[in-house]
Structure formats: C-alpha cells, structure tokens
C-alpha cells in the first residue's frame, strides 16, 4: 500500500501523538482523504512497533461502518488480525487484534446483539486481557456521532491510555493532542476535487415560477455536459445528481420525480434512485463509476460512510425551517471519480445548485476559498495568438527512488559535518557534534529538587541510564526507530533499513559508507541517535543537490495557448467587483479567489502599471496550464505552474509569487523549495529566451519586488529590485 505524501505525514504524526502526554488525539480529516487508509496503515506499523497491543475501533450504528472498515483494512494490509464483534465474543481479545464493533451494539435499549449474560462476558474478555497484559488503543470513528454518556462508558471499560477520535467535524474534546489534514494537501494529491462551484453562471436575479424546475434544468445540464467530457476521455463514468429534499416533503418529492419523467429518467428505467427511509429504489451498484442512475433523491442525509466518488451535483431544495447546515452532505460530492484530477476545471470540481441562502452561507464558511461563485468568462480575441512552450512530465512516479535517497543522505553527511573515507575520523567528527558513539543502549532521566511540579528540567541534573544491548530484547525498538526515519521523508521501512545498513553497516557495500559497524553496533547506533538521524533524512530530502540535472528526453513539450474559457470563481459577497480590465479575459474581477494576498497585490500592480499590456493567471494543475518539468532529490518528476504570464513593453513574462518579508526582513515564504523553483524558471526562462522571475512583497517598504538573476534570502541584497523600478 502506497500513501500518499498527507497520509504518511498523518501517520508520523499520530505515531508522536501516541507518545505525548494527552490522552485524546483527534485526527481531523476531510471527506475523502483516505481516512481509513491512514488508521489501517498507522495501526499495522504500530503493532509490529509496539508488541501487546489491541486497537478497538469503535463506529455508530448506521451502515454497517464496522463491516466496511474491516474489510478495508482486510484489503489493505495482508494478513491483518482484523475481528468484529461477535469473533470477540468467540475468542476473545488476543495480540495484534484489530477489532471493529459497532458500539450501539452495545450500548443502545432493545438492542439484542448482546444480552446481559453475553454484556458479561465482553466485560470478562477485556478483563482478562488486561490481566495478560495486553493494552487497549481506542480509535472512535465518526467522533462527532459518538461523543454520549453511553459510548464514554463502553470506551472506560478499556482502561486505555489513547483514544483516537475520527471525524471531518469533531466536537470539541478538552486537551486533545490535534492532528488536522489539511483540504488543499488533500485537493493536491488529486483524491478531492478543486472547487466547489455554487450556482454557477446563474444571473444576478431569478426570476422563475417554480424553483424545482429551474434548478433541476441546470443540474441536468450541468450532468450532461460532465457525461461527454468524460466520455471524451473515454471514462465510462456517469456523473452522479444527488437531490436533496426537506423532511415531510412527499409533494416535492412527487414534483422532482416528475421533472426527471419528462427527461426520460425514471425509476423504471434505473436512471432514477431514491434513498429514503421508508423507500429504497436502484441502490444497488450506485456508487460503481459506470452505475446506470443519473439521480437520487434523499432527505436530510445517508447513511454514515456512504462512498459514491461519481457523485458530482448536489441540488439542495428550500426547507422554509430553521435547517442545520452538514458539512457531511457537502463532502458527498468531492471525491474524485479515480482519485485523480483530469486536468478540466469541468471535470475538477463539483456544483451546488440552491436557492436556500442559509444552506449556501453555511457551506462558505465551512468550506472558505473552496467554495465560491463561478461563471465562465471568454478570452479576449486580441490574446489568442499567444504561444509559449510548456513542459509536461512523462515518468510518473509518486515513490522516492531509495539509491537518489541514499545519495542526498550520505551527501548531507559530507556538507554538514565534513564526513569522508576515514571511517574513524567520521566517528569522531560525528561524536563532536552529538551523536552518541556507544555498543550499549543509553537512556536519560533526571535528578534534583523542586518545590513544585512546574520545574524546569534544564535545571536539574542530568543521568545517562546504560542498557546492554540485547538484539532480541531492543529489537523492535530498532524497527520501530527505523519506521519513523522512514515516515519522515516517505520510504518504506525496507528500503530505510538498507539505505541505514548501507552507511553503517560493514557488512554492506557502499562507496559512500561513514562508519563501518558491526551489525550488532548498528542497532545501538540507530536507538541513540533515532532523532538525530530523522532530522538528518528530513534535511537530506530539502537540501539542494549539487547540480539539478533533467533528462529532457523524459519531458514532453507542447504548445501553450491562453485557455479559449475560463471558468472564473470569485467572492459574490466582496465589497469592491471592480473588472480588471488588462486581464486576458473579459469581465476579470477584482474579488477573484483564491488567491494569497501577494497574487492580490501583484494583479493590482499589473493594473496601474503603464508598462504592463495584458495579465494571465494561470492554472495551478492540468494539461492546459503552462508548466515547467524538474526532477527533485529523489528523482521523481514534477510539475511547476508559475503564478502569472504577463505581457509587457512587447515582451512575455513569467512570474512567480511568494510570501514576503516582514518589517524586520524575516522570509514570511512557507515554501522551502522556492530557491529549486527559481532556478528552474530561470532556466526556462534561458531556453525560450522569456524574462520574468520571483516577485514577493516588502512589509518594511510595502513595495513589491523581484529577482531575476540569483535567489537571495535577505531582502536587503542587490539581487532583489523594486517591481516599480523594472515595470513602471
């Protein structure tokens, strides 16, 4: 199973949170983010860290979340230990056991899954676990169904240290260890979509008899028009319509059913589903990518872990009563088909149809910059003939390459702390700088007095606590010590352990080797230094190689032209709807979103700058956006999207904007690959003989400015010019 980069940064996460000292971790997740890829994956490597362990996963009621959890897991991880509730009650809790049970089950009146004789016996089965020794991780999925009096008890009877609590929208938990995945992590891995596009292209006022009508028409327009593209593609997926109707609503339903009869979608013919409670119609197979309905109608919600990646368009009808806006209802449709972007905003984004103002206020403040007015805006005819060349990958990888790794790592150890042939110069050069050169295991603790319990440890006596080494003993301490370095920069634990071997180990050959240990020694060397060589393989994977070399037999090159549309999202809500008039496209506004707020400023330049003709903003990912290819440190190939073309004095610019620097002159860019990124425009820039380069903002001056020529850090250099001075 391969992660993605969010997923492996979860899991590390998670394996930190484990050690600190709150006892509810809360892993915060979007609808869509692999949630139970990165439990399943997560609880694996624990295990084989950890030894007497047993997760209990607990789930709500509705939809079998229990069957479908362990079944994942089951799919994923081979040969799992994997139980539901009634295997407990056959066998009890063993080592290892992944068990997934529905708590309602147990907890909920007149529920006959478990009778009071067997309610003992559970109570038993952990009783007796505990007693061998065995300790109990909680993993609460659905956190936010699951926060009662009842569940708190079933979770008490575990006696557990951690509890880990699931959810896109968890309720607060006091001193919680949080870990939140972030949406745009998750939209860039390709696994969401975009954008979520609200009424998109309606006109300023509707005005129509009969709201069904109007927003079905353009739900069902809006279908069709996703259906041909990925036909285009030749994707067999059938874009999915997810109506949602209020509760007591049969008049409604019977007027949406008819509308869809007129189009020849009925339920007769399986075009048409229905998801309500006392009404189940071709739900079979609907969450296939090629299912045969084009919609469903439900009321207030499915069932909890419904999956239907197809599902495009929601329609969300006026309830005329106070409604609690879900955020669940919203994360129904924006999973990818196939867990990629196609590279068409048409098909990159889902749509909102409504007319409830509530319902659409509640979806912008959940969803902020994702979720934004839309309408298409054309280019002008004068920017059509604009051609540049653009770089598109070929070699598609998503794995590090482990021999690029090793290099990067042992090319760290030479800059940074001057390691060479001399395997016993290395060792003492390493030790000067704090790695621990011991056969034995050395712990620390401290020793002191204090008059109360928030004291300062730094002021307290320092004890090294020396642990002979026992392979046997220590050896899951290595592993585990191992698998974290490898989480640290996304390799698996194989391949860590070889590139560690391969340095340390003199039983391994490798031209760059630093110290030349026996096998036995290795394991001490790993278990003393954990943190300094995880920091060291983090620091290996950003640095900068010596030189950026890029087989351009690898990259494809085609020609650039300004996208003939482009579908425009902007903040209806803004105060100022001022047209950018340079832009490329007409009817460009101000109020354009997202963007940070040096795109903001740099687009208000372009505006009132004489030299500047024309502005593009182009794509951050697709086909039809300009892109430049370069290969990383492990040599996978990406994909660089610079921010803006620009036309100015006769010439094209390409332009890419960071964060600033603030008042002190402190980087304020968040991005540690910007100096690669500039090198790679500037080279660019050097093939197709182009001007342009990295433009961030002066707090101190409150001027923009650019360097063109050498990356510098310090905005005080040379290297940095005021934008005014270059483009007045």
């Given at each position: 199973m391969e992660l993605k980069n969010f997923q492996q940064k979860a899991v590390k996460s998670l394996f930190e949170a484990m050690e600190k000292p709150a006892r509810d971790i809360i892993l915060k997740s979007p609808t869509g983010s692999g949630k139970t890829i990165i439990l399943t994956y997560f609880m694996n490597q624990y295990i084989q860290s950890y030894p007497r362990t047993v997760f209990i996963w607990l789930t709500p009621g509705k939809g079998n979340l229990e069957e479908q959890s362990k079944g994942k897991m089951d799919k994923y991880i081979h040969a799992a230990q994997t139980k539901l509730l009634p295997d407990v009650m056959t066998e009890g809790f063993e080592e290892n056991d992944s068990c997934f049970i529905n708590w309602e089950k147990l907890t909920k009146k007149g529920n006959n899954a478990l009778k009071e004789s067997e309610r003992t016996n559970f109570l038993e089965y952990i009783r007796r676990a505990l007693d061998e020794g065995l300790r109990f991780v909680v993993i609460v999925d659905e956190s936010h169904q699951n926060n009662t009096v009842k569940a708190d008890e079933i979770i008490q009877y575990f006696h557990t240290r951690k509890i880990i609590r699931c959810s896109a929208t968890p309720k607060g938990i006091r001193n919680a260890e949080i870990i939140e995945i972030s949406e745009k992590d998750v939209i860039a891995e390709g696994l969401i979509k975009k954008m979520l596009m609200i009424n998109e292209d309606f006109p300023r006022v509707v005005n129509t008899e009969n709201q069904i009508d109007f927003l079905l028409e353009r739900a069902y327009a809006k279908q069709r028009a996703l259906r041909s593209a990925f036909l285009g593609l030749g994707k067999r997926i059938n874009p999915l319509i997810v109506v949602q109707i209020p509760n007591k609503s049969e008049a409604l339903q019977g007027g949406i059913e008819r509308w869809f009869a007129r189009q020849g979608v009925t339920c007769e013919n399986r075009q048409l589903a229905v998801w309500l409670s006392d009404r189940h119609e071709n739900l079979e197979g609907i969450d296939a990518n090629d299912g045969e309905p084009v919609a469903v109608i439900i009321k207030q919600a499915v069932a909890t872990g419904w999956d239907c990646p197809r599902a495009h368009i929601l329609v969300k009808l006026r309830d005329n009563m106070d409604e609690t806006f879900e955020i669940q209802t919203i994360g129904r449709i924006r999973r990818m088909p196939e867990a990629i972007h196609y590279g068409s905003d048409l098909l990159d984004s889902c749509y909102l149809y409504t007319l409830d103002e509530k319902f659409t206020a509640g979806v912008k403040q959940s969803l902020g910059k994702n979720a934004l007015d839309a309408c298409t805006l054309f280019l002008k005819?004068?920017?059509?003939?604009?051609?540049?060349?653009?770089?598109?990958?070929?070699?598609?990888?998503?794995?590090?390459?482990?021999?690029?790794?090793?290099?990067?790592?042992?090319?760290?150890?030479?800059?940074?702390?001057?390691?060479?042939?001399?395997?016993?110069?290395?060792?003492?050069?390493?030790?000067?700088?704090?790695?621990?050169?011991?056969?034995?295991?050395?712990?620390?603790?401290?020793?002191?007095?204090?008059?109360?319990?928030?004291?300062?440890?730094?002021?307290?006596?320092?004890?090294?606590?020396?642990?002979?080494?026992?392979?046997?003993?220590?050896?899951?301490?290595?592993?585990?010590?191992?698998?974290?370095?490898?989480?640290?920069?996304?390799?698996?634990?194989?391949?860590?352990?070889?590139?560690?071997?391969?340095l340390f180990d003199k039983n391994f050959h490798y031209s760059r080797k630093i110290l030349a240990l026996e096998p036995r020694a290795v394991y001490a060397f790993v278990l003393n230094n954990a943190e300094m060589l995880k920091q060291i393989a983090r620091a290996a994977m950003a640095s900068e190689p010596v030189q950026m070399q890029m087989?351009?037999?690898?990259?494809?090159?085609?020609?650039?032209?300004?996208?003939?549309?482009?579908?425009?999202?902007?903040?209806?809500?803004?105060?100022?709807?001022?047209?950018?008039?340079?832009?490329?496209?007409?009817?460009?506004?101000?109020?354009?979103?997202?963007?940070?707020?040096?795109?903001?400023?740099?687009?208000?330049?372009?505006?009132?700058?004489?030299?500047?003709?024309?502005?593009?903003?182009?794509?951050?990912?697709?086909?039809?956006?300009?892109?430049?290819?370069?290969?990383?440190?492990?040599?996978?190939?990406?994909?660089?999207y610079p921010d803006y073309l620009i036309g100015a004095r006769g010439e094209v610019w390409v332009i890419e904007t960071k964060g600033g620097f603030d008042r002190s002159g402190n980087s304020q860019d968040i991005d540690l690959f910007t100096p690669k990124k500039f090198q790679v425009l500037k080279d660019y820039l050097e093939r197709y003989g182009l001007k342009g380069g990295i433009v961030r903002n002066d707090d101190k001056s409150d001027e923009l400015c650019i360097c063109m020529e050498h990356y510098c850090g310090d905005i005080q250099s040379d290297d940095w010019q005021l934008l005014s001075n270059v483009l007045p």
């Amino acid at each position: 199973m391969e992660l993605k980069n969010f997923q492996q940064k979860a899991v590390k996460s998670l394996f930190e949170a484990m050690e600190k000292p709150a006892r509810d971790i809360i892993l915060k997740s979007p609808t869509g983010s692999g949630k139970t890829i990165i439990l399943t994956y997560f609880m694996n490597q624990y295990i084989q860290s950890y030894p007497r362990t047993v997760f209990i996963w607990l789930t709500p009621g509705k939809g079998n979340l229990e069957e479908q959890s362990k079944g994942k897991m089951d799919k994923y991880i081979h040969a799992a230990q994997t139980k539901l509730l009634p295997d407990v009650m056959t066998e009890g809790f063993e080592e290892n056991d992944s068990c997934f049970i529905n708590w309602e089950k147990l907890t909920k009146k007149g529920n006959n899954a478990l009778k009071e004789s067997e309610r003992t016996n559970f109570l038993e089965y952990i009783r007796r676990a505990l007693d061998e020794g065995l300790r109990f991780v909680v993993i609460v999925d659905e956190s936010h169904q699951n926060n009662t009096v009842k569940a708190d008890e079933i979770i008490q009877y575990f006696h557990t240290r951690k509890i880990i609590r699931c959810s896109a929208t968890p309720k607060g938990i006091r001193n919680a260890e949080i870990i939140e995945i972030s949406e745009k992590d998750v939209i860039a891995e390709g696994l969401i979509k975009k954008m979520l596009m609200i009424n998109e292209d309606f006109p300023r006022v509707v005005n129509t008899e009969n709201q069904i009508d109007f927003l079905l028409e353009r739900a069902y327009a809006k279908q069709r028009a996703l259906r041909s593209a990925f036909l285009g593609l030749g994707k067999r997926i059938n874009p999915l319509i997810v109506v949602q109707i209020p509760n007591k609503s049969e008049a409604l339903q019977g007027g949406i059913e008819r509308w869809f009869a007129r189009q020849g979608v009925t339920c007769e013919n399986r075009q048409l589903a229905v998801w309500l409670s006392d009404r189940h119609e071709n739900l079979e197979g609907i969450d296939a990518n090629d299912g045969e309905p084009v919609a469903v109608i439900i009321k207030q919600a499915v069932a909890t872990g419904w999956d239907c990646p197809r599902a495009h368009i929601l329609v969300k009808l006026r309830d005329n009563m106070d409604e609690t806006f879900e955020i669940q209802t919203i994360g129904r449709i924006r999973r990818m088909p196939e867990a990629i972007h196609y590279g068409s905003d048409l098909l990159d984004s889902c749509y909102l149809y409504t007319l409830d103002e509530k319902f659409t206020a509640g979806v912008k403040q959940s969803l902020g910059k994702n979720a934004l007015d839309a309408c298409t805006l054309f280019l002008k005819n004068e920017h059509k003939p604009i051609t540049l060349i653009s770089e598109q990958r070929t070699m598609v990888s998503s794995s590090r390459n482990p021999q690029k790794a090793l290099q990067a790592i042992a090319r760290y150890f030479e800059t940074e702390y001057g390691t060479g042939s001399n395997k016993k110069e290395n060792a003492t050069r390493l030790q000067a700088q704090g790695f621990v050169m011991s056969g034995d295991i050395i712990r620390h603790t401290i020793s002191g007095e204090t008059a109360t319990l928030a004291f300062d440890s730094e002021n307290m006596n320092r004890i090294d606590v020396t642990e002979r080494l026992s392979t046997h003993t220590h050896g899951r301490d290595y592993h585990q010590r191992i698998g974290r370095i490898g989480l640290e920069i996304g390799m698996e634990y194989s391949y860590m352990n070889t590139i560690i071997r391969k340095l340390f180990d003199k039983n391994f050959h490798y031209s760059r080797k630093i110290l030349a240990l026996e096998p036995r020694a290795v394991y001490a060397f790993v278990l003393n230094n954990a943190e300094m060589l995880k920091q060291i393989a983090r620091a290996a994977m950003a640095s900068e190689p010596v030189q950026m070399q890029m087989d351009f037999k690898n990259v494809s090159k085609v020609q650039f032209h300004i996208p003939q549309t482009c579908l425009f999202t902007f903040d209806g809500t803004a105060k100022t709807q001022k047209v950018m008039k340079k832009n490329v496209y007409q009817g460009y506004l101000s109020s354009a979103e997202p963007r940070s707020s040096s795109e903001r400023k740099f687009e208000k330049f372009c505006e009132n700058s004489d030299s500047v003709e024309w502005v593009y903003k182009n794509g951050d990912k697709g086909s039809e956006y300009l892109s430049i290819v370069y290969a990383d440190n492990s040599d996978r190939q990406k994909n660089f999207y610079p921010d803006y073309l620009i036309g100015a004095r006769g010439e094209v610019w390409v332009i890419e904007t960071k964060g600033g620097f603030d008042r002190s002159g402190n980087s304020q860019d968040i991005d540690l690959f910007t100096p690669k990124k500039f090198q790679v425009l500037k080279d660019y820039l050097e093939r197709y003989g182009l001007k342009g380069g990295i433009v961030r903002n002066d707090d101190k001056s409150d001027e923009l400015c650019i360097c063109m020529e050498h990356y510098c850090g310090d905005i005080q250099s040379d290297d940095w010019q005021l934008l005014s001075n270059v483009l007045p």
